[in-house]
């Protein structure tokens, strides 16, 4: 049974960047043909594709967001991870890492409640 779960900071200053781990269990982030993606879902508004990472390393972002996203990996964690910079209070929302595949996301973390505020 494959399991995520996301960690980091609750709380980011505007202009900051905010970066949030994806931890893996239960499968390998490498293992061909699989996905991660990272999602969002601000107060009161549907769920947001930010990026997602696949088993190869390579990544791909939403246009939207692009100019201020990264996504990389650390294989021997079996973690990926979310960098967002110059965060603005319309970057809260709850986030999510959900996986294996590119437009399909069988497993979910439970969802990490990020607030930008000073």
């Known amino acids: 049974q494959v399991q995520l779960q996301e960690s980091g900071p609750g709380l980011v200053k505007p202009s900051q960047t905010l970066s949030l781990t994806c931890t893996v269990s239960g499968g390998s982030i490498t293992t061909n043909k699989n996905y991660w993606t990272w999602i969002r879902q601000p107060p009161g508004k549907g769920l947001e594709w930010m990026g997602v990472?696949?088993?190869?390393?390579?990544?791909y972002y939403s246009p939207s967001l692009k100019s201020r996203t990264s996504i990389s990996r650390d294989t021997s964690k079996n973690q990926f991870t979310l960098q967002l910079t110059s965060v603005t209070p319309e970057d809260t929302a709850v986030y999510y890492c959900a996986g294996p595949y590119f437009s399909r996301h069988d497993y979910w973390g439970q969802g990490t409640q990020v607030t930008v505020s000073s």
């Open positions: 990472i696949a088993y190869d390393g390579s990544t």
